[in-house]
Structures are given as C-alpha cells and as structure tokens.
C-alpha cells in the first residue's frame, strides 16, 4: 500500500510539473523556430542545411518530422485546430487550396516584393503547383521547396546479367532495359515474379498500394496520367463524367490491378514509400515505384546503392506524365513568430543556398540549379528529374482535396486490393462522390 | 474493467466456496492445457521482445530468425534520429567515441540528435498518473458521497455518470476537438489529463462505492461519537479502510489513460502526444524500422506488464470485485 | 466497460447491479446522522465529479447532436453554420456504404464474442480445477489485457507478415500452405482483427467466468452426486446456468467495447483490403478528422451511439429473463 502513496504522490507532484514546465518551454521559445514536415531523407538534409541558418542569425531550429502515413492527417488536424506547434510547414502541394481559403497559411505576395525574391527564379512548373492559389494566379502562399515526382527504381545488377536478358527476349521479343511503356513493365514484373536470384525467391514490382493516407491513389494515378487521364473537361471545370471515368482512364486502372495481381511480392496490400523501400532495398523486388525524393538515398544505399540501382522517368502509355509529388515552404499564420518565419524564407531562397540544398539531397526547385548545364551530371536520376517534371500533374488542390483523396482511395483499394466490382464501376462511383463533394462546396 | 460486473460478481463473495474435488490426473490435465494456452499467449509478446534485440536485417529475415545475435540497434534506433552518409564521410569522421555512434556508422549513418520517443513517454507518464489521481481523488469523493448520504436522484445520478462510457471515443472526440480549440486546450497536458479524468471517473465512482459499501458503517459513527467530525471520519477512519479498493482503482484508471490510443491521435500533435500514437510511427530511415518500433513497444509494455505481475492480486479484485477474496 | 443499457434504474442493469450490490454488503440502512453539515458534505464531495461530467461529457453530448443537424465542417471557421434538419440523417441510412461498415462491425463483434465465450470459457473450467500454479499461469494469460490496443495492433502487422513473420511461419510448421498473407487478402483479413481480439480479450470473459464459477456452492455437486448425475449433466444443470449471468455480462461489456472498436483495428489493417474491415470507429474517424464534414459524423456519431443504447437495452432485458 504504500507503494501506492507513493504514486499518487508522485502523480501529484506531476501535475504540478507540468504547468511548471510548460512556462518553462515559454521562455525558451525567444530564438528558435520550429519547422514541420515528413519524417523522411529529404528532411534530414535540410536539418543539416539549417544549420547554416543558426551559425547566420542565431536562430535556434527545431523540426517536427512526422512519417507520411500520418504527415496529412496530423498537420492539417493542426492547422484546423490553429496550432502554434509549427511556425514553418513544409506541406503538400494539395494543401494549397484550403490553406489559403481558410487563412492558414501567410500571403507571401508583399513579402516577397519587399524582399526582392522573385518567383522567375524557379521553375514554372514547380511555382505553378507548389506556391499559387487560385491555381496560376500570382497570389503566393509558399516558396517552391523541395521538387519531386513520381519515378522507378530498378535492378541493374540484374537487368545486366547475360542469361537473365537472354531469357527475357526469347520470351517477350524486346530487350531487358528500361521499360518504355506500362506493357514493358509488366512483362518485366512477370518475368521476375518467384524467380530465384542468389538462390533468395524474388517479387516483381513494388507499387503502391496503401489504403489509409494517399498511397494507392498516387500510384493508380501515375498509370492514369500515362493513359491520357484528365480530371475535369478541360473547358469547363469540374464537368467529370466522361472524363474521370473514360475508357482510358478504366483501361489503365484494370493494368493497374493487374500490376497487383500478377507481380506484388506477398502481403504487398497496403504499401506506400516506406513499405516500397523496404522491399526494394531487402532485394525483394526488381522494379519499384517510388518519389525521386528517396533516389539519392538508394543511390548511397549500403545494399543497393551504387552501380546496383537505376532510375528511369515514369514511363509513357499515350502520353508522357508523371504524379507530381513535392511541396512548398510556408508560414503558419498562427504562429507568433512569423516574422522570424520569414528570414528563414528570406535565406531558404537565396541561389547558394539553394545550390547547397541539393547537394546534400534536397530537390531544389531554382533556376540557377535546374538550368545548370551540368546539372544532369550530378547525380544518377539528375536528368530524369528535369524529365519528369517537364510533365507533371497533380491530384486536385481544391479546399475540400481530402474529402476528394479519400472517395479515390476507398473506390481504388476497393477495386484493385480487394476485387470488388469492375474498374469501370469503380470509376463510375467515384464520379457520383466527387460530384457530391462540389455540390456540398458550392462549385457545382 | 467493469464497475458494475464487479458489483455483480460481489453477490459471489458471501458464499463460501471450495473447489470440487477433481481426480489428480484431471488435475494435471487441466494445467497442462492451460499451460500451453498461457504459452501460446506469450508467443507474441516474447517475439516482440526478441526483436527488439535484433538488427533490422535480421529482423526481416526470411523464414524469421529465432535464433540470432543480439545487437542494440533497436534502441539506439529508438532513442536518436540519424543521417545517411557516404562512405567518404564517415571515414573522415575519425574513430567513433561510443558504442552507439559506432552500431549507427556501420550503416553509413550519423546521428544527427536526440528522436522524440523520450519526450512522449515521459508525456504518457505525466498525463496517466496526472489523469490518474485525479480520478481517483474526485472517485473517491463521490463514491463515499453516495455510498453514505441520501443524495436525491441518486440512483438517476450514477445511471448518468456510468452512461457517459457509452459513446465511441471517435464520437466524443468530435466535440471535444471543438471544445479544445476555443478553449486553448489543444494540445496540452492539462486538457488530455482533464479528459481522461472525466472518461475515469465514472469507472471510478462504481468501483470505489462498492468498496465503500463493503466498510461498516458503524466504524465511522463510532468515531462520530468520539468526537470526530464528519471529514476528520472520513480521513481517518474510511480512508485506510478504502485501501485496497483505491489501489485497484488507481491501476485500472492508470491502465487505461496508459493505453488510450484515439483521443491522443487526435487532440494532440508536437507538445502533449503520448506514446501510444507515436510508437507505430517510428520509423528508420527509409524503412519501417521493426527493431526500434519492437524497442518502443517493449519499453511502453514493459512497466504494464510489471504492474500486471506485482499487483496481480489487486487487479483480480477490481476485475471480479471480490469474488477471488480471501 | 462500464456502460449501461437502460434509462429507468428500476429495471434496468443498475437497478440490478444496485441489488447484487446490496445483497453483498449488510442491508444498507440509510440513517440520518447528523443533517446539515452531511447534506453539506455530500454535495461538496459528489459535485466536482457531476461538474467535471456535465462539463467533458454531457455538454459535448447535446453539442453533437446540435451539431447533427447542421452543416458544420470543423475546418472552414468562416463559414455560417447551417441549420439543415434531418438531411445528415437521411443521407446516412441512404448511403450503402455504411450498411458495409455496421455489417463489418457485427462480424467482428459476433464472432469475437463467440470465440472468446468457448475459449474464455473452457479455461475457467480448467483454471477452477486448481491444479499447482494455477494462480501464476493466470496472471500471465492476463498480460494481453492490460496492453495498450493500438501498439499491439501495430506490432502484429510484423507478426502477420507473410515471408517475415511469425504466424505464417508457425502455421506452416504443422500445415504447409505457404505464406499466409492475413492481412492482405478479403477473406482472411476480417479474421485478422478477431484473431488478435481474441488473444487480448479471452482473458477477461475467462475472469468473469471464474467468478461465476466460484459462486457456486459445493451442496449443489453434492446433491448431483448423490442423484448420480453425470459430468455433462452436472455442467449443464447446474454450471452454465449458475454463470450464466456472468457469462452474459461479460459479453455486455466486451460487446459494447468491440462495437466501438478503433484503435486495434485501425493500426492493424486501417479499415483494408478496400473496405473489407472498415469497421463504424473507423469510417467515422475519416468522416470526421478527415473529410472534417463534421455535422454529418456528428449524425453517424449519434446513430451510432443510439444502436448501441437500443442493442444493449435489449440485450438486458434478456439478461434479467435469464436471471429469473
């Protein structure tokens, strides 16, 4: 029993603690910033990056890093609740539109005047996704942060061995390379499904299909964008039948299931960037879709890095696209320290700063990096990225973007997981949710 | 886990009770398949212990590893975030000054810093022994309130206070979330330990007046007597009485503000997060680190399962109220 | 938990549990001792609690079902809050998809129970025979109990892993069927949820069982024995109606508990493959912190809290019939 005095004394003095400790943490907070965004490599490279920012100005960093299957549901709950908890976010481009309708991001249009930072100093396609609200207007709510995109990874080592390839062409009647289009892909998912390599039975392809956050959508979309996929007539907005559900769009998502079902490794049903990785870098897959953001890190990889791995441009079925990935840096306008927000801006955007970022494995989105002609030379999947992003498209950005994702995952996951229904129903679904989200928002 | 089981089960208590007689091979019988269902129950908990003592690649070896070498990796994983590195690098660094800057640098790694997994375990422990006493000081109160006074509308009273145990927790939330955000409670350790106070007080109320209900009354009135007023009775006389059955309700309230799971994912982010949403977000360094997450895990069950073990007898007593008393 | 089905304490659970409450202790005198400074002393203990209730509990209660007839989306503050009747309620019992979720919900609830009775159940039996170290040996089946759902939730995905992990490895060693893929696959992922339910929760129908077990007085065996009744008829004669209350209410309370099931099953398999195991908890999870339409989960909120209101007033009613 006494024990127990003890604890609920100890539960007492706690409570009393915490209200010490929290003016504590007030008083602590005079120079220091706190940053928010995904817990993955990138972010690593741009803790070390800031220090560079603390040795200038004496401004302390702390990073809130929280890993993708939560990063939206978590940063969004924030901002909705006005929390004070990041000064700076680096958020994901389809935040854009509701951050900026709901006031949760600072405008940085005067900012940027007063400051001399001009948005012709990045790349259109990037400040175009990343910074404006209404969509190409130049009204500001970010600065173009971190590129990316969808891209594949793939076995060298073993696309080069000799009877591997032989093998292949006899069967399939083209090379064993880089697959040109989607049907290339999934010949060479077929032709290593329960192949044995180094006496270990390896898997196909690792795709995405994580039903919880945005997984699934992003990967069905980058076959979808392949086929010509639109989200809405082009000449009248948010006019989706006939569009969302067109035979292409049906025709790419069927592959897409077929994908899952002919070359996942066991288990793969609810795989997003992490659960890809893994199985890539275990040598369980050849190929593996995955963001450029990940590449340098496989490129430095103690398994697979190297001369083991490749990299190659979302390929093409009608058309050449690629499922923009990316974000850019904003100011939280609950924060009180916005001021201090924006020097760290102010300094993110200067040229050798930006040069320096992606030298350490960032993706810088600025001109004197992207158009260096020696910029293709600096990495492996330096070319590939100019690539790739001369052909992005996104998911919506509208305000209402999560209710959107979500109707997508469940019809998708419902369809190419689980086998329900056909694509064509799938689709036809996702039109009636989509109409009825607009509708709600007064758009339709 | 249930008030009012426990009240039920109580009607056991008055009637003495001896085991049937049972032959002894049916005896040996009956232990050995408990026995291999108690093993089959630990599978789990032993596995994640045995992970947690692994190196990543071990741990997704494939068929799994039983037999392996232990290596730290886990919680050193666990306790720092950590940089990848060229080989060039690391090599430039000089010698490694600790064992766990050594086990990280073999991955052509760095330890940049501290994870965050320290500040929300501690955070656990503040708001579940916070949420706890209050809980069972507010319980402990009302309980003798009602076990002793003729309160009107008592009976529509603890009906109401058990009622409130019924909605989802995703239910409660919704409104919570918008009760927080005006308030400024978002968030804080204040406003979790607040609302695990209010989700344990009911439990803590039916517990504690059945406790209260099994203390003579004529113990206090006797002191009453004696000249001791009301409050001085309760102090000294029903308190050190209501032992026992405080110490089952501290753990059962503990236990839950411990493992609460829904509310901390969604009225909590950087400050106030516990430890029960953060542990299946540890991750490595582009890879779900099974080692560090096992790591985490076994550290956060650990003090549970040592409760569970140390107090196993008081925990009976909650569970079936009286029913195994002695 | 701890929660109650009925609404009048006279014949409802409480009133019952009041009863058994009173049938343990001394018949509960009320004296009168001393007036004022008690009635004084009895508000000044019982009001912080009802104050802190009516403060977390009852008011957010009658805001969310305000809420439920509004449009309200807890992430556009601007915007005028609008009264829309009973459109978030038709919309509900109109949309298919929610039939899916009650129904994945009832099979998880449905057959976890039935598992976890069997099971829970039979070791009591066993535990009641007090064989040496029987005490020990239930407080380590306990453990799984007493651990937080969601970490565990987290931790079986490795164990359910189909090359990696542990139970696909343990199952081919007496069956060869080759990775056993759990979590990924429609048929078996509904399974997934109630295997791990089952290992944390048998424990307790177990605890319960025992108690009731425990209540059974000696003379009622003897007298079997002496009319020469066999084992089974003694079970069914005399055991499963002495526990059977016991039995009932544990299923109560883990059935109210499993109806409102998130934080395992979310962390196990987030509601997939597709649908197949998004259970009510989750899809109002994504209804309300997601997609943030925070009038219509307030709606499914309130839906969800009367079924469970309905199913367990019915449930008692039965129980006391069992009693008599």
Redesign the interface.
């Known amino acids: 029993m006494r024990r127990f005095g003890a604890c609920l004394a100890a539960a007492a003095l706690s409570v009393t603690a915490v209200t010490a400790m929290s003016t504590q943490e007030v008083q602590a907070q005079d120079k220091e910033l706190t940053l928010c965004w995904a817990a993955w490599d990138p972010a690593n490279a741009l803790a070390q990056l800031g220090k560079d920012f603390t040795a200038e100005t004496g401004i302390e960093m702390n990073y809130e890093f929280v890993p993708w299957t939560n990063f939206a549901d978590r940063f969004i709950n924030e901002l909705n609740s006005g929390g004070k908890l990041c000064d700076l976010l680096i958020g994901d481009s389809q935040w854009i539109g509701g951050s900026a309708t709901y006031g949760h991001y600072v405008k940085l249009n005067d900012f940027f005047e007063k400051e001399g930072i001009s948005m012709d100093d990045f790349a259109p396609a990037t400040v175009h996704a990343y910074s404006t609200w209404p969509k190409g207007t130049p009204n500001y709510w970010a600065l173009p942060a971190m590129g990316d995109a969808l891209g594949w990874v793939y076995r060298k080592d073993w696309f080069a061995r000799p009877e591997l390839r032989e093998e292949f062409k006899a069967k399939y009647g083209h090379e064993l390379e880089v697959p040109k289009n989607w049907n290339e892909v999934k010949n060479i998912g077929e032709f290593f499904q329960g192949r044995e390599i180094d006496g270990k039975t390896v898997y196909g392809l690792g795709i995405y299909t994580e039903r919880g956050s945005e997984g699934i959508t992003m990967g069905v979309t980058s076959a979808m964008y392949s086929w010509g996929f639109e989200y809405e007539n082009p000449d009248k907005p948010y006019d989706m039948p006939g569009y969302v559900n067109s035979p292409e769009a049906v025709e790419a998502l069927e592959f897409y299931k077929s994908l899952y079902d002919c070359c996942t490794p066991p288990g793969h049903s609810d795989a997003y960037m992490v659960a890809n990785l893994d199985a890539y870098k275990s040598g369980q897959v050849a190929m593996q879709m995955n963001w450029f953001a990940f590449f340098p890190g496989i490129a430095k990889d103690e398994d697979v890095g190297g001369d083991k791995s490749g990299f190659f441009v979302n390929p093409a079925q009608k058309v050449a696209a690629s499922t923009l990935g990316g974000q850019g840096i904003s100011v939280v306008a609950y924060s009180d320290k916005k001021d201090m927000a924006l020097e760290y801006i102010k300094w993110f955007a200067k040229s050798d700063v930006q040069k320096k970022w992606w030298s350490l494995g960032g993706y810088s989105c600025h001109v004197d990096v992207l158009n260096d002609p020696n910029f293709p030379n600096t990495a492996p999947f330096a070319g590939d990225f100019l690539k790739a992003m001369d052909g992005v498209k996104d998911f919506w950005q509208e305000p209402t973007y999560a209710e959107l994702l979500q109707a997508m995952q469940k019809r998708v996951h419902d369809y190419v997981v689980a086998g329900n229904g056909t694509a064509q129903e799938a689709l036809d679904k996702l039109v009636v949710d989509w109409t009825e989200v607009f509708e709600d928002d007064g758009k339709l | 886990m249930s008030a009012a089981a426990a009240s039920t089960t109580s009607a056991a208590t008055t009637k003495a009770h001896s085991v049937v007689e049972s032959s002894s091979r049916g005896k040996w019988l009956a232990g050995l398949l408990v026995v291999a269902y108690a093993l089959i129950t630990l599978i789990p908990l032993v596995w994640i212990l045995a992970t947690s003592l692994k190196s990543p690649p071990d741990s997704i070896s494939y068929p799994p590893k039983v037999i392996f070498e232990p290596s730290m990796e886990g919680y050193v994983n666990l306790f720092t975030t950590r940089s990848r590195q060229t080989e060039e690098y690391i090599e430039n660094l000089g010698p490694a000054e600790t064992w766990y800057d050594e086990i990280v640098r073999k991955r052509n790694m760095v330890i940049v810093g501290p994870s965050r997994f320290l500040d929300r375990y501690m955070n656990s422990v503040v708001i579940g022994f916070g949420s706890t006493f209050l809980a069972v000081f507010l319980g402990t109160l009302a309980a003798y309130g009602f076990s002793r006074f003729k309160v009107p509308l008592k009976d529509d009273l603890l009906f109401f206070i058990l009622s409130t145990r019924m909605m989802p927790p995703i239910a409660v939330a919704i409104p919570i979330y918008l009760m927080y955000r005006e308030l400024g409670l978002s968030d804080t350790a204040l406003g979790m330990i607040l609302l695990y106070t209010a989700v344990n007080v009911s439990l803590s109320v039916w517990l504690l007046k059945g406790f209260m209900d099994e203390i003579p009354r004529e113990y206090e009135e006797a002191a009453v007597v004696d000249g001791y007023t009301r409050l001085q009775a309760f102090w000294k006389v029903v308190l050190p009485q209501a032992r026992a059955g405080i110490a089952a309700t501290a753990i059962f309230c503990l236990i839950f503000a411990w493992n609460e799971y829904a509310f901390a994912l969604l009225l909590t982010s950087g400050n106030a997060q516990t430890a029960p949403p953060f542990i299946p977000i540890i991750i490595g360094e582009g890879g779900l680190d099974w080692p560090a997450v096992a790591a985490g895990t076994t550290l956060f069950l650990l003090p549970i399962v040592f409760f569970t073990v140390l107090l196993r007898n008081q925990l009976l007593r909650g569970i079936t109220f009286g029913a195994v008393r002695k | 938990?701890?929660?109650?089905?009925?609404?009048s304490?006279?014949d409802?659970?409480?009133?019952?549990?009041?009863q058994?409450?009173a049938?343990?202790?001394?018949a509960?005198v009320?004296?009168?001792?001393?007036g004022l400074?008690?009635?004084a002393?009895?508000?000044?203990?019982?009001s912080?609690?009802?104050f802190?209730?009516l403060?977390?509990?009852?008011?957010?209660?009658i805001?969310?079902v305000y809420?439920s007839f509004t449009?309200y989306r807890?992430?556009?503050?601007?915007r005028p809050i609008e009264w829309v009747g009973t459109r978030n309620y038709e919309r509900l019992l109109g949309n298919e998809?929610i039939w899916g979720y009650l129904q994945a919900t009832a099979h998880f609830v449905v057959w976890t129970m039935i598992i976890q009775v069997i099971?829970g159940l039979g070791?009591a039996l066993?535990?009641?025979?007090?064989?040496?170290?029987?005490?020990f040996?239930?407080?380590?089946?306990?453990?799984?109990m007493?651990?937080?759902?969601?970490?565990?939730?987290?931790?079986?995905t490795?164990?359910?892993?189909?090359?990696?992990?542990?139970f696909s490895?343990?199952i081919n060693l007496f069956v060869s069927v080759g990775?056993i893929?759990m979590?990924?696959?429609?048929d078996l992922a509904p399974w997934s949820i109630i295997i791990v339910d089952t290992?944390m929760w048998t424990p307790?129908i177990m605890?319960?069982c025992?108690?009731?077990l425990?209540?059974?007085?000696?003379y009622l065996?003897e007298a079997a024995e002496i009319d020469r009744a066999n084992a089974w008829q003694k079970f069914w004669y005399i055991t499963l109606p002495r526990i059977m209350?016991?039995l009932m209410?544990?299923v109560l309370?883990r059935g109210?508990e499993n109806?409102?099931m998130?934080?395992m099953v979310?962390?196990l398999?987030?509601?997939?493959?597709?649908?197949?195991t998004e259970v009510?908890?989750i899809n109002?999870?994504?209804e309300?912190?997601?997609?943030?339409?925070?009038g219509y989960?307030?709606a499914?909120?309130?839906i969800?809290?009367v079924t469970?209101?309905g199913l367990?007033n019915i449930y008692v009613k039965a129980l006391n019939k069992v009693k008599q």
């Open positions: 938990m701890t929660d109650q089905s009925s609404d304490s006279a409802g659970l409480t009133g019952q549990v009041a058994n409450v049938k343990a202790t001394p509960a009320v004296r009168k001792v001393r400074s008690d009635r002393i009895a508000w000044l203990f019982i912080p609690t009802i802190l209730l403060a977390i509990n009852i008011f957010p209660l805001w969310t809420l449009n807890a992430n556009r503050p601007g998809d099971i070791l066993l535990i009641n025979r007090n064989f040496k170290g029987a005490s040996w239930t407080t380590v089946i306990l453990i799984p007493m651990l937080s759902p969601a970490v565990v939730g987290t931790f079986w490795y164990l359910y892993q189909p090359q990696t992990g542990i490895y343990i990775p893929d979590i990924g696959s429609v290992w307790y605890l319960l025992l108690a009731g425990r209540s059974i007085p000696d065996y209350p016991f209410l544990a309370f109210i109806f409102k998130f934080d979310v962390e398999t987030s509601g997939g493959p597709g649908s197949t009510a908890s109002l999870k994504r309300a912190f997601e997609k943030w339409r925070t989960s307030s499914f909120a309130v969800l809290f469970v209101f367990g």
